[in-house]
């Protein structure tokens, strides 16, 4: 079986950049806070998302036998924490203030315990596209690390789309706010579809 780099590269791409809770709370963050003070946020967002996609590498084939007993919990809890995320992305935060964005590192890393998006990013990529094709620990690690730096590409361009508009943010922030809210309800409840 040859590996098909296109399709591969294809779905983490498109599954990196498209709207999810961390490239939404890493905009959010830049937007209210600056690229700087959202920065501990997004390391945290890779330290975990990295630990994650090794997880899913390791334990993929486990996961997957196990997937339908736990897919209904993880996708409740994950629901719950976007829209715990949302109440809080509707709240106005004082602009300037020194507080760091959200909770900075270690909410960013524990977001991704409770990001269904990534689980099912990590298994579908290593039991569709990686597992099959490479077996050597170092391969499978490899490409899990991969997934994790295309994550964090993603984020950082969604937090720098958040910081080059801070002004025009600043200015609407309500009605950014609650578009927000609105795309963190909406990957909640598409949880569920």
């Known amino acids: 079986m ?4 296109a399709a591969f590269l294809s779905y983490i791409v498109l599954t990196t950049y498209t709207p999810g809770p961390n490239n939404l ?8 806070f600056g690229l700087r003070k959202g920065f501990p946020f997004n390391l945290g967002i ?11 590498a390791v334990f993929s084939a486990a996961l997957y036998a196990v997937i339908p007993r736990i897919q209904l919990p993880m996708k409740i809890l994950g629901a719950a ?3 715990y995320l949302a109440w809080n992305t509707l709240k106005p935060a004082p602009r300037g203030s020194d507080r760091e964005a ?10 991704q315990f409770v990001n269904p998006k990534i689980f099912i990013y990590g298994i579908t990529a290593m039991s569709s596209f ?3 094709n490479f077996s050597a620990p170092a391969q499978v690690v490899a490409f899990a690390l991969l997934l994790a730096f295309v994550g964090f590409t ?13 002004k025009l943010f600043s200015r609407h922030s309500g009605v950014v706010r609650a578009v927000m809210t609105v795309l963190l309800v909406y990957c909640a409840v598409s949880l569920f579809l």
């Open 154 to 166: 993603g984020n950082m361009l969604w937090a720098l789309f958040g910081a080059l508009f801070l």
């Open 130 to 132: 990686i597992l099959p």
């Open 46 to 56: 890779w330290s975990a998302f990295s630990l994650v996609m090794i997880l899913c």
């Open 25 to 32: 709370m890493s905009m959010n963050n830049a937007a209210r």
């Open 102 to 111: 959200k909770g900075g590192y270690w909410y960013g890393f524990a977001l």
């Open 2 to 5: 040859t590996f098909n780099w």
């Open 81 to 83: 924490y976007m829209l």
